[in-house]
């Protein structure tokens, strides 16, 4: 698809840029002509995106990055500011699955890691954009997309860490909006429902089909289509969007 250059000039920070739905936003804003940085934990991967974007004319760096250690979040966000002169967007998509549980037997450190890197690392990215986008030049100085989840706005068996980060990022989204809005900065958050990333290709058959059917539109997301979305929220066509959660459910929470 030939884009149309709607971020032309600036610079956008995707976490959790590797794969999945990171991976599908960083070639969509590469498409409108954007320069990203992809920062994960999965440097393979993270150098292959890289050099995928860049062999199509497009501009982008990985920077590695654990999302649970602020020093290496607050040095990837140097290291993108000096790469490329600023920062406009940043996509807030880095996160992990839980291990399913009742909540008898949940393992405490488990709930920690999921929440550490699903909440706290949501946080922490945001600061340091917030940080970055603060030295543009107003009114307009920036957009933050945080990515959530429908289970942050409906219940799920055996769901513990997950729901309650997802729920959290929702509500912290819609704060700083609150907060940032005079200052020229949106934030907004996006919450897709199933999506065909690596992260479901675990899950027992019977399981994937039980979830389909949830979806009134019969089928999972593809990661592409949750990135026109994040697109659409970070970009000039959401200029008066702010504090809003996007649900792109296939109507999952509207039953």
Known sequence: MTGLNLF???SVVVTGGASGIGLACARAFSREGASVALWDIQEEAGKAAVREICSQGGTAEFFLCDMTEEAQIGEAASRTCRAFGRMDVLVGNAGIAERKTMLE????????????VNLTGVVMSNKYAVKYMMQNPGP???SVVNVASILGMVGAPMSTAYPAAKAAVINFTRAQAVTYGPLGIRFNS??????????LKNLPEELIHSRVA????????????????VLFLAGPSASFITGSNLAADGGYTAQ
Request: charged share 25%; proline share 9%.
């Open 140 to 142: 307009v100085r920036g």
């Open 8 to 10: 032309q000039g600036k």
């Open 190 to 199: 996006i919450s897709p429902g199933y999506v065909n990333t690596p992260l």
């Open 105 to 116: 037997d949940m393992d405490m450190n488990d709930f920690r890691r999921v929440i550490n």
């Open 214 to 229: 949830l979806h009134p539109m019969g089928r999972f997301a593809e990661p592409a289509e949750i990135a026109e979305a």
